[in-house]
């Protein structure tokens, strides 16, 4: 088993920026990606970014130029910083691992972008 454990998130007005950070534990040995998922009322879970063991990265088109993925392999460690937030970012996002095809999830963070 893996478990996830994030931080960060909020509250932030429009164009402002947060981070997020997930830390993961247990049998981490494998985990080949981590990344962010999120969800907004009414819609579907939605990829945001990923970063694989060997550093590749993947963005949402939504995101591209204004997050940024990173991670640190050896700690099964990544961030997510969030810059110029729309209110369209508002949402529950999700730390998330894959071991073995088998995707693992955080609790879940929630951040709020409005005036």
């Known amino acids: 088993q893996v478990q996830l454990v994030e931080s960060g998130g909020g509250f932030v007005q429009p164009g402002g920026s947060l981070g997020l950070s997930c830390a993961a534990s247990g049998n981490i040995f494998s985990i080949n990606v981590m990344g962010w998922y999120r969800q907004a009322p009414g819609k579907e879970r939605e990829l945001v970014a990923d970063i694989s063991s060997g550093g590749t990265t993947n963005y949402a088109d939504s995101v591209k130029g204004r997050f940024t993925i990173s991670g640190d392999n050896a700690k099964k460690t990544v961030y997510l910083q969030m810059n110029s937030l729309k209110p369209e970012d508002t949402a529950v996002y999700y730390c998330?691992?894959?071991?073995?095809?088998?995707?693992?999830w955080g609790q879940g963070t929630l951040v709020t972008v409005s005036e």
């Open positions: 998330n691992a894959e071991r073995f095809r088998v995707k693992y």
